[in-house]
């Protein structure tokens, strides 16, 4: 699903990512580990083509997506890629469907086709009951699965992740990660969360330890 090649980043003379070699192949879960520095969130983001590599490149469903044109690169981001991140970066003048719908919107889908789809996922994640609800009614962890509801509405190839239970509680967290596990198994999901839940890394497909801008063997 993704093939990563001899990716570099630099950050004026701060050299962040070193050659990375990385295949992930579809219906995992990897998990991303590290300490601070390491690198875990620049890589992410080139893989999720939020940001550009100095050198190396990026496959994902069998496109070189750096050669892609940028308009093209939007595209597919909003198509193939799904975001959740560690704050839900939520529109608080919007309730929970209207905030899921908004990707939809963006790939130019009907409202009705969205709101079917974005009620559908909703109520998959136990939220049924939570469509008409602005974020600031939600609880931190509804927040946050309405954050994966919204990028799950495109049928998106992969799902990346950063830090996504960063801010919840024990409880909240145990249930997001069990939903990720559930989205591999049911839907074949492919997912790449970086994360500093050692417990969660550990029952991932794979672990990839990084360690000043590379990958530890």
């Given at each position: 699903m993704i093939k990563a090649k001899n990716i570099t980043k630099s950050f004026g003379s701060l050299q962040v990512l070193k050659g990375i070699d990385l295949e992930i192949p579809q219906g995992k879960l990897y998990s991303i580990v590290g300490p601070s520095g390491a690198g875990k969130t620049t890589l992410l983001q080139i893989l999720g083509t939020l940001s550009l590599p100095d050198t190396g490149s990026v496959q994902i469903k069998d496109r070189?997506?750096?050669?892609?044109?940028?308009?093209?690169?939007?595209?597919?981001?909003?198509?193939?890629?799904?975001?959740?991140?560690?704050?839900h970066y939520l529109l608080p003048e919007f309730n929970a469907l209207e905030n899921v719908c908004i990707p939809a919107f963006i790939a130019k889908k009907s409202k009705k086709e969205a709101e079917e789809k974005a009620k559908e996922l909703l109520s998959f994640l136990g939220l049924g009951h939570r469509l008409t609800h602005?974020?600031?009614?939600?609880?931190?962890?509804?927040?946050?699965?309405?954050?994966?509801?919204?990028?799950l509405i495109n049928d998106p190839a992969v799902i990346m992740a950063d830090e996504p239970s960063g801010n919840l509680d024990t409880k909240n967290r145990e249930d997001l990660h069990d939903l990720f596990f559930r989205l591999r198994?049911?839907?074949?999901?492919?997912?790449?969360?970086?994360?500093?839940?050692?417990?969660?890394?550990?029952?991932?497909?794979?672990?990839?330890?990084?360690?000043d801008g590379r990958i530890e063997e």
């Open positions: 070189q997506v750096f050669s892609l044109s940028e308009r093209q690169l939007a595209a597919f981001r909003n198509q193939e890629i799904g975001f959740v991140f560690q704050f602005k974020p600031a009614e939600l609880s931190g962890g509804e927040r946050q699965r309405v954050a994966v509801a919204r990028a198994d049911r839907f074949n999901q492919t997912l790449v969360i970086v994360t500093h839940d050692e417990n969660f890394a550990r029952q991932s497909d794979k672990i990839i330890r990084m360690k």
